[in-house]
């Protein structure tokens, strides 16, 4: 099929920009062009055929709910994220979809945003590589990506209008890489527009993003779709390089543009690209099918949830459980498994799997007896917790552990809204602490898709697994952790606070007056909390495991000016095989900006047999050093000195060698209103600045200025124009000219 529009008329091609409904762009078949589908989403394919919203009030064909992202962040493998894109992509392709919405790689910047539970992490690196992953996996099935929501849509409140206040920078280092690896690496198919406004103006009118950047810069050749409802202008997003709306609009946008080609407003050339760009999509259509089993759907989502589950605690080798012979089981999400977020991404579960069947199972096995009680309801303190918790701690009494299963329900967190506090429901807290008086061994079991809080409680539970959403299989994934069956892997993907004030965005989230402003800056998440040295409860990338690990030989080998090569040996030292995950992180001072105390440039996770030692080697590029140096307008890697750090955590540094790196050649032009301090550093100006004007000085001046450094620090914030008024006939005009022409030319980074 072709993308060439030259047959079609100027109302044919306006009507390809939107959508015919919720779900399709519009079918010509006089021309030959099949209508698509495009339908959500992340972690499985919502595919409604009878009615059509995005509230889910409409039912939906029965698709495999696969891990949700705030799960898949957590395994920190892109085997997994791939696979699961593959499991997504076969699934839509039965159900007749050409895009699947989803990646989601928002960053999650404040732990309240009610979506977190569709974005990987708090860092770019890990979401970018997953996501990267996820789109790789779904497209080798011929189903198209959209990778979103582009950009900076890290809230829910206000979503559809709040303007995002933040410096470009910031932008370019946290909130724009993941999408800018995905494009570079997976080329998905479209890239969703989101809600928001930057700096105020809409994304789905900001050229700047949507052409400059995504096109002109990163080589993205698919479509740009908006988030569903996300156009205010038509014409004005079509300029932009927005090129198809969703959902359509009964043909109103399509008329506005037709109108403004015809009063010469809008470019011909820009509805000429845009309906190629969507004609291109009808491509996708017509890969052929891979094989769907619903059966293997179900045992993927099974296997991919088991590496995403964090062993966070485990006081006194509480887990796993082989060899307690009572067992007490409470908690009403043992039975009915919570494993999905709500919103536009809920899925309609071809199978539902929960722990309390699969801990059933495992203990059959081992002769273990297993007793349940809800213990609690869900949400509301009911009239009946009295007695549910009776219950609870009778079983509890008359066990050897209590697996206590508390969480969040689906009203607390969605898509929509974000929370307002990080608290487990009183009356949960009040089960797990009651509950763990009674027991002689306590382990919590955590469902949530958002951050909780551990505290009033952490330290009554021995030990702690934090379950997230994990899909419709994540049951019996928790039941395999818990008897030690699966060997737990997961490590955070965000850091779990000790105080949600703590959080870098606290004074700044969700804004106020349809306003939010990243004050916070490079220092969000775990960036902030080792910078400013804010002990939390647990650190990103923290995660036990059944095995012990240790890290040694660490080798640095510096293989350009801004690029090195790590190589480093992990052994298992326990009797268990083992998954251990690699962190490596990256600190320094260099350049002229604060840079966060470490950052995550590389990770791999391997696995160990017991006693088996692998060495690994990891990459590091010119980004793994450089800051994005807004007056240059590019990455800099600065000259300077880097520890390489390889991280239990990113609290927790195992082992590190430090590397001096040449950096960047580049031209800081100067002029007479830099002040005085910039021309004295500057590489090659400031030495024969210094000796321009040392040389008109006496011995005596020139001795007594070398002595007087102090005088020196007050006039540096003094711009040249004035500073030379003040040294008389020092530095003549010709020489200053001679200065200014030097620092054009290229120099060492500064
Ligand atoms: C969400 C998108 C979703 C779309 C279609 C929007 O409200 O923000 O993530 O893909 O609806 O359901």
Same mark, same amino acid.
Request: glycine residues 10%.
């Given at each position: 099929?072709?993308?060439?529009?030259?047959?079609?008329?100027?109302?044919?091609?306006?009507?390809?920009?939107?959508?015919?409904?919720?779900?399709?762009?519009?079918?010509?078949?006089?021309?030959?062009?099949?209508?698509?589908?495009?339908?959500?989403?992340?972690?499985?394919?919502?595919?409604?055929?009878?009615?059509?919203?995005?509230?889910?009030?409409?039912?939906?064909?029965?698709?495999?709910?696969?891990?949700?992202?705030?799960?898949?962040?957590?395994?920190?493998?892109?085997?997994?994220?791939?696979?699961?894109?593959?499991?997504?992509?076969? !699934?839509?392709?039965?159900?007749?979809?050409?895009?699947?919405?989803?990646?989601?790689?928002?960053?999650?910047?404040?732990?309240?945003?009610?979506?977190?539970?569709?974005?990987?992490?708090?860092?770019?690196?890990?979401?970018?590589?997953?996501?990267?992953?996820?789109?790789?996996?779904?497209?080798?099935?011929?189903?198209?990506?959209?990778?979103?929501?582009?950009?900076?849509?890290?809230?829910?409140?206000?979503?559809?209008?709040?303007?995002?206040?933040?410096?470009?920078?910031?932008?370019?280092?946290?909130?724009?890489?993941?999408?800018?690896?995905?494009?570079?690496?997976?080329?998905?198919?479209?890239?969703?527009?989101?809600?928001?406004?930057?700096?105020?103006?809409?994304?789905?009118?900001?050229?700047?993003?949507?052409?400059?950047?995504?096109?002109?810069?990163?080589?993205?050749?698919?479509?740009?779709?908006?988030?569903?409802?996300?156009?205010?202008?038509?014409?004005?997003?079509?300029?932009?390089?927005?090129?198809?709306?969703?959902?359509?609009?009964?043909?109103?946008?399509?008329?506005?543009?037709?109108?403004?080609?015809?009063?010469?407003?809008?470019?011909?050339?820009?509805?000429?690209?845009?309906?190629?760009?969507?004609?291109?999509?009808?491509?996708?259509?017509?890969?052929?099918?891979?094989?769907?089993?619903?059966?293997?759907?179900?045992?993927?989502?099974?296997?991919?949830?088991? !590496?995403?589950?964090?062993?966070?605690?485990?006081?006194?080798?509480?887990?796993?459980?082989?060899?307690?012979?009572?067992?007490?089981?409470?908690?009403?999400?043992?039975?009915?498994?919570?494993?999905?977020?709500?919103?536009?991404?809920?899925?309609?579960?071809?199978?539902?799997?929960?722990?309390?069947?699969?801990?059933?199972?495992?203990?059959?096995?081992?002769?273990?007896?297993?007793?349940?009680?809800?213990?609690?309801?869900?949400?509301?303190?009911?009239?009946?917790?009295?007695?549910?918790?009776?219950?609870?701690?009778?079983?509890?009494?008359?066990?050897?552990?209590?697996?206590?299963?508390?969480?969040?329900?689906?009203?607390?967190?969605?898509?929509?809204?974000?929370?307002?506090?990080?608290?487990?429901?009183?009356?949960?807290?009040?089960?797990?602490?009651?509950?763990?008086?009674?027991?002689?061994?306590?382990?919590?079991?955590?469902?949530?898709?958002?951050?909780?809080?551990?505290?009033?409680?952490?330290?009554?539970?021995?030990?702690?697994?934090?379950?997230?959403?994990?899909?419709?299989?994540?049951?019996?994934?928790?039941?395999?952790?818990?008897?030690?069956?699966?060997?737990?892997?997961?490590?955070?993907?965000?850091?779990?606070?000790?105080?949600?004030?703590?959080?870098?965005?606290?004074?700044?989230?969700?804004?106020?007056?349809?306003?939010?402003?990243?004050?916070?800056?490079?220092?969000?998440?775990?960036?902030?909390?080792?910078?400013?040295?804010?002990?939390?409860?647990?650190?990103?990338?923290?995660?036990?495991?059944?095995?012990?690990?240790?890290?040694?030989?660490?080798?640095?080998?510096?293989?350009?000016?801004?690029?090195?090569?790590?190589?480093?040996?992990?052994?298992?030292?326990?009797?268990?095989?083992?998954?251990?995950?690699?962190?490596?992180?990256?600190?320094?001072?260099?350049?002229?900006?604060?840079?966060?105390?470490?950052?995550?440039?590389?990770?791999?996770?391997?696995?160990?047999?017991?006693?088996?030692?692998?060495?690994?080697?990891?990459?590091?590029?010119?980004?793994?050093?450089?800051?994005?140096?807004?007056?240059?307008?590019?990455?800099?890697?600065?000259?300077?000195?880097?520890?390489?750090?390889?991280?239990?955590?990113?609290?927790?540094?195992?082992?590190?060698?430090?590397?001096?790196?040449?950096?960047?050649?580049?031209?800081?032009?100067?002029?007479?209103?830099?002040?005085?301090?910039?021309?004295?550093?500057?590489?090659?100006?400031?030495?024969?600045?210094?000796?321009?004007?040392?040389?008109?000085?006496?011995?005596?001046?020139?001795?007594?200025?070398?002595?007087?450094?102090?005088?020196?620090?007050?006039?540096?914030?003094?711009?040249?124009?004035?500073?030379?008024?003040?040294?008389?006939?020092?530095?003549?005009?010709?020489?200053?000219?001679?200065?200014?022409?030097?620092?054009?030319?290229?120099?060492?980074?500064?």
């Amino acid at each position: 099929m072709s993308t060439n529009t030259s047959n079609l008329t100027l109302e044919q091609k306006a009507s390809l920009l939107s959508g015919e409904n919720f779900w399709q762009t519009k079918e010509l078949p006089e021309a030959g062009i099949p209508a698509i589908v495009l339908t959500d989403g992340p972690h499985g394919i919502r595919r409604q055929l009878a009615g059509e919203d995005h509230l889910g009030l409409h039912h939906s064909e029965p698709s495999t709910c696969f891990p949700p992202a705030v799960a898949v962040g957590s395994s920190w493998n892109p085997a997994v994220a791939q696979r699961l894109g593959a499991g997504v992509g076969k !699934e839509g392709h039965r159900l007749g979809i050409s895009v699947a919405l989803g990646p989601g790689v928002n960053i999650k910047r404040s732990p309240l945003c009610g979506r977190n539970f569709e974005y990987y992490s708090e860092d770019p690196l890990l979401s970018g590589i997953l996501g990267a992953a996820h789109v790789t996996g779904l497209q080798a099935e011929g189903v198209g990506a959209s990778v979103k929501h582009f950009a900076a849509n890290n809230q829910e409140t206000d979503r559809m209008r709040v303007s995002v206040e933040i410096d470009e920078r910031t932008l370019r280092e946290i909130y724009l890489p993941a999408f800018e690896r995905i494009v570079k690496e997976a080329r998905p198919a479209t890239v969703m527009c989101s809600y928001n406004k930057i700096n105020g103006v809409y994304a789905s009118e900001n050229r700047w993003l949507l052409t400059e950047l995504l096109r002109d810069e990163w080589g993205f050749d698919g479509a740009v779709v908006s988030d569903w409802g996300a156009v205010s202008n038509r014409v004005a997003a079509l300029k932009a390089g927005l090129d198809l709306e969703m959902p359509g609009n009964g043909g109103t946008s399509n008329r506005e543009i037709v109108e403004a080609v015809k009063n010469g407003t809008l470019d011909i050339d820009d509805v000429d690209r845009a309906a190629a760009r969507v004609l291109s999509l009808t491509h996708n259509s017509v890969a052929s099918p891979g094989h769907y089993d619903v059966g293997d759907s179900h045992a993927l989502a099974h296997e991919l949830a088991r !590496e995403c589950i964090v062993l966070l605690k485990n006081d006194g080798q509480a887990l796993p459980l082989a060899g307690n012979s009572r067992v007490a089981v409470i908690g009403h999400f043992a039975a009915a498994p919570r494993y999905q977020g709500g919103g536009s991404s809920h899925i309609n579960a071809t199978r539902e799997e929960s722990a309390l069947e699969s801990i059933r199972e495992h203990a059959a096995r081992l002769g273990a007896e297993v007793t349940y009680s809800p213990g609690f309801t869900v949400d509301d303190h009911a009239p009946e917790q009295a007695t549910l918790m009776g219950a609870a701690v009778e079983a509890a009494t008359a066990s050897d552990v209590a697996i206590i299963f508390a969480g969040l329900s689906e009203q607390d967190e969605s898509e929509g809204f974000d929370r307002n506090h990080l608290d487990l429901p009183a009356h949960q807290v009040h089960a797990i602490r009651t509950v763990a008086q009674a027991a002689p061994k306590t382990v919590v079991v955590l469902s949530h898709g958002g951050v909780v809080s551990l505290e009033g409680w952490h330290d009554d539970a021995d030990a702690i697994v934090e379950g997230w959403l994990l899909g419709q299989a994540g049951g019996a994934a928790i039941a395999e952790v818990l008897f030690g069956a699966v060997n737990p892997s997961g490590h955070l993907a965000e850091t779990i606070p000790l105080r949600l004030q703590d959080n870098p965005s606290w004074l700044n989230f969700p804004g106020e007056q349809q306003h939010v402003r990243y004050g916070e800056g490079v220092f969000v998440g775990y960036r902030y909390y080792t910078s400013a040295d804010v002990p939390v409860r647990y650190h990103f990338g923290h995660g036990l495991s059944y095995t012990t690990f240790r890290t040694d030989n660490l080798d640095i080998e510096v293989t350009g000016p801004s690029s090195a090569r790590a190589r480093v040996t992990v052994t298992n030292t326990g009797n268990l095989a083992g998954k251990h995950v690699i962190q490596l992180y990256v600190a320094t001072t260099a350049g002229p900006v604060k840079r966060p105390a470490r950052e995550l440039k590389a990770f791999t996770k391997i696995d160990l047999d017991p006693g088996q030692s692998k060495t690994v080697e990891l990459g590091l590029d010119h980004r793994s050093f450089a800051y994005y140096d807004e007056p240059l307008g590019r990455w800099v890697a600065a000259a300077g000195d880097y520890a390489i750090q390889i991280g239990v955590d990113a609290g927790t540094i195992d082992t590190q060698t430090s590397i001096t790196l040449v950096g960047d050649t580049i031209t800081r032009e100067l002029s007479m209103d830099s002040p005085v301090g910039e021309w004295f550093g500057h590489p090659v100006v400031g030495p024969a600045l210094l000796q321009g004007i040392t040389a008109s000085m006496s011995e005596q001046q020139a001795h007594a200025a070398a002595a007087n450094q102090d005088s020196m620090r007050m006039v540096e914030s003094l711009p040249m124009k004035q500073f030379v008024g003040f040294l008389g006939d020092a530095l003549p005009p010709e020489a200053l000219d001679q200065l200014l022409a030097l620092s054009r030319q290229p120099a060492e980074a500064v």
